[in-house]
């Protein structure tokens, strides 16, 4: 009874979690649409992703000294209608007036993730209820993905997509008339963040998530050059981007249900095994065509979005103030300004094997260190079964 009565809730804040989600999830097209419409290289597309998430960046700054005070239906409904004028003006500038939009559309996107983060993050099944929102955010994108390349990016290119995904943005705020207006205990401690001796174990995994997303991220920017390698015709691309989030949905999911099980340790090395057959199928591509490139994505999807879920959790599980979870946008803000500008450049100058290597030294760093700097403290607190 008490999982039915939370699930308005849940459902709710997943969906305006959902309008922060779209700039990431759906990154490879945004990015690829836009070269091909401006045609821009690789190093200039990555650049652009930069600054996206730089403006991604500043709103979890932004969310964490604010989130708490502030009305979340009214930061809901403002978020969504800033995301939909974002994404119209970016559809239409050029230059520095476009960098701008992103930027902008960022700084509204991150408000949206951390928002969900916060409400989320004061239930009890700390994987049930990331696990949900994960699951609601990538479902929901994979529609679009399926929808969109055919009826709009195809006839009207990226003005039309930057308007879909406005649409789509004011649609999803309509989630704020079902959300609290603020956290069930309210804030009181001074300080923004918990310190080291209070949540070293929440403070030591968001350090290594970072390194995970980083390797990740830089990946997922350019994984439409993949397609590309494989030479997939427009619908083939479209069906494998759409079934690649729905399997990133059934990942959460599967963490959902068995996550508080799997534990942290054998989760992260059950990710990395999976990251890296994802990664070889990648490297196959040129020579498997679409089914090399849509087995790999798909299976590097899903063990990625496994890795995520399991590490915020524990995140917000091992930080009792319960604030340290907004810095998980935090963490996938500054790992998206870094990675895809420079994994423009080494796809650039070093070639598409070149990134899959960065992508599997990073990805593994979790996996071995876990074990090494977290395994008795979890084991005592019974995150692993």
């Not at 309008?19 to 821009?40: A, R």
């Not at 964490?64 to 939909?84: H, K, P, Q, S």
Request: glycine fraction near 12%.
């Amino acid at each position: 009874m008490a999982g039915m009565q939370r699930f308005p809730l849940v459902l709710s804040a997943s969906l305006a979690s959902t309008i922060g989600g779209v700039p990431f999830n759906t990154l490879p097209v945004v990015l690829g649409t836009l070269g091909g419409t401006l045609g821009l290289s690789a190093t200039a597309l990555g650049d652009l992703a930069g600054t996206l998430f730089a403006g991604y960046f500043v709103g979890t700054l932004l969310a964490l000294v604010f989130i708490d005070r502030l009305d979340w239906r009214w930061v809901t409904g403002a978020a969504a209608v800033g995301t939909a004028v974002a994404y119209a003006f970016s559809g239409v500038a050029q230059g520095v007036a476009l960098s701008g939009a992103l930027a902008l559309l960022g700084l509204f996107a991150a408000l949206m993730t951390a928002l969900g983060l916060r409400v989320l993050a004061q239930l009890p099944n700390k994987e049930q209820a990331f696990g949900f929102r994960q699951s609601t955010e990538l479902w929901l994108t994979a529609a679009v993905l399926f929808a969109l390349p055919p009826l709009v990016i195809a006839p009207f290119g990226y003005p039309g997509l930057a308007l879909a995904l406005g649409g789509m943005a004011l649609l999803l705020g309509l989630s704020a008339f079902a959300l609290p207006r603020g956290p069930d205990i309210p804030t009181t401690h001074r300080r923004l963040l918990p310190g080291w001796q209070e949540s070293r174990l929440a403070w030591v995994v968001l350090l290594f998530f970072f390194i995970y997303l980083a390797g990740n991220i830089g990946l997922w920017a350019f994984l439409g050059t993949y397609a590309e390698h494989a030479a997939m015709s427009p619908a083939q691309s479209g069906l494998a981007f759409a079934v690649l989030k729905v399997l990133g949905g059934v990942a959460a999911a599967t963490v959902a249900i068995v996550g508080s099980r799997l534990g942290l340790l054998r989760g992260q090395w059950t990710a990395l095994v999976g990251v890296s057959v994802g990664l070889l199928l990648l490297h196959s591509a040129a020579t498997t065509g679409f089914l090399g490139f849509a087995s790999g994505a798909w299976i590097w999807e899903f063990f990625f979005t496994v890795g995520c879920i399991l590490q915020t959790a524990t995140i917000a599980r091992f930080d009792g103030s319960q604030r340290l979870v907004v810095l998980v946008p935090a963490a996938f803000a500054a790992s998206s300004m870094i990675a895809p500008p420079i994994a423009g450049r080494l796809l650039q100058h070093a070639g598409p094997d070149a990134l899959l290597w960065v992508t599997f030294v990073l990805a593994a760093m979790p996996a071995v260190a876990y074990p090494l700097l977290l395994g008795p403290a979890l084991k005592e607190r019974q995150s692993i079964a």
